[in-house]
């Protein structure tokens, strides 16, 4: 495994992230594809053992129980918590990103987690209803008590992003040090205006769906899988553009084969030559960690890389918020 740093926190974490959404209680309501505690167990030893030290989950996912999932697992398998980095997040909830909302949420989390403080606790969109400076202020607070070590942000628009590091920076406030942002070779909307921006503040790059919801992982583009099959969302993100994005699909496997690697293998390192610290997987099996960690040893060539990209339309915006009509 390799490692890096969160911007310039200093906080080390492996190139490889464990997505926390496939954690947690299965629900209509929710997600019906997530495991239980003992899988969610097994599978963050698995991937510990691979020396994946990267945790990332949010206070909604299947609505607290992921959080309390991963907390309890980290406990049963007695992983030092200086030896585990936690990132949580806080938006999806009543409030929003409140001053009164954050301080309620990130005391709910860390009960859930089992923990005294989250190593990174990112805003997971952006909130048009709160002012930005009772957001940075509150999250500045959190940072200075104790309860949460470096801040980051999710998907949202270039502006928005900038806007806030400038306020952050102006007050003396901590400024964001990542960004989870969705990225992958079928979404690519972010190269035009946030990349450049995290890029020139030093932000280190989370992906989030670097696998395309696992459309990246295999041929064809229906799996059969029980997510493929309920997960709307998915379906939501990414089949309006099926026909032109199968394309790309087909060009993976090639990739794939010329280096006689997984599918998976190939679309996780063209996440690396592009910059990104640690693409987030939402692996529900062993093997889905076991190829995403070989994933970070593949280095592709130029050549590779314009072959996996040209075929590339653009998209519409999907994972920030647009602003509501007659709202700054």
């Known amino acids: 495994m390799k490692y890096t740093e969160i911007g310039n926190t200093g906080i080390r974490i492996s190139r490889l992230c464990i997505g926390g959404m496939s954690f947690g209680r299965a629900s209509e309501d929710f997600y019906q594809w997530t495991l239980d505690p003992e899988q969610t167990k097994e599978m963050i030893s698995f991937a510990y053992d691979l020396g994946v030290n990267f945790i990332d989950t949010a206070n909604q996912y299947s609505f607290g129980t992921s959080e309390e999932y991963i907390g309890k697992a980290i406990k049963d398998l007695g992983i030092p918590r200086e030896k585990i980095v936690i990132a949580s997040k806080v938006y999806y909830n009543e409030g929003k990103l409140s ?20 190593d ?48 952050a920076e102006k007050h003396g406030w901590t400024m964001f040090s990542s960004m989870q942002n969705h990225y992958n070779l079928l979404y690519r909307e972010d190269e035009r205006e946030l990349i450049p921006i ?81 693409p987030i997987v939402g692996a529900t099996k062993k093997n889905h960690f076991e ?38």
């Not at 301080?103 to 989250?118: A, C, F, P």
């Not at 997971?124 to 949460?148: N, Q, W």
């Not at 997510?227 to 090639?254: C, F, G, M, P």
Request: with cysteine; aromatic share 8%.
């Open 99 to 118: 001053r009164n909302a954050i301080l309620r949420e990130i005391d709910g989390t860390l009960e859930r987690l089992g923990t005294d403080y989250v």
């Open 120 to 167: 990174l606790y990112q805003i997971h969109r952006f909130d048009y209803d709160t002012p930005i400076e009772e957001t940075l202020e509150a999250l500045d607070s959190l940072v200075k008590a104790g309860k949460v070590r470096a801040i980051g942000a999710s998907a949202m628009y270039g502006y928005q992003f900038h806007n806030m590091q400038i306020c």
């Open 198 to 278: 995290c890029e020139q503040y030093g932000v280190s790059r989370l992906s989030y769906s670097p696998l395309a919801g696992g459309h990246l992982a295999h041929t064809g583009w229906d799996s059969g899988s029980k997510r493929n099959e309920t997960d709307q969302v998915l379906k939501r993100r990414y089949d309006h553009a099926a026909e032109s994005d199968i394309r790309i699909v087909e060009r993976v496997k090639d990739v794939a084969d010329k280096h006689h690697v997984s599918m998976s293998e190939a679309a996780l390192a063209w996440q690396y030559a592009r910059g990104v610290a640690a």
């Open 291 to 328: 190829a995403a960690a070989k994933a970070i040893d593949l280095e592709l060539d130029k050549e590779d890389i314009t072959y996996l990209e040209e075929l590339y339309e653009p998209h519409k915006v999907t994972g920030a918020i647009p602003r509501p009509a007659g709202r700054e």
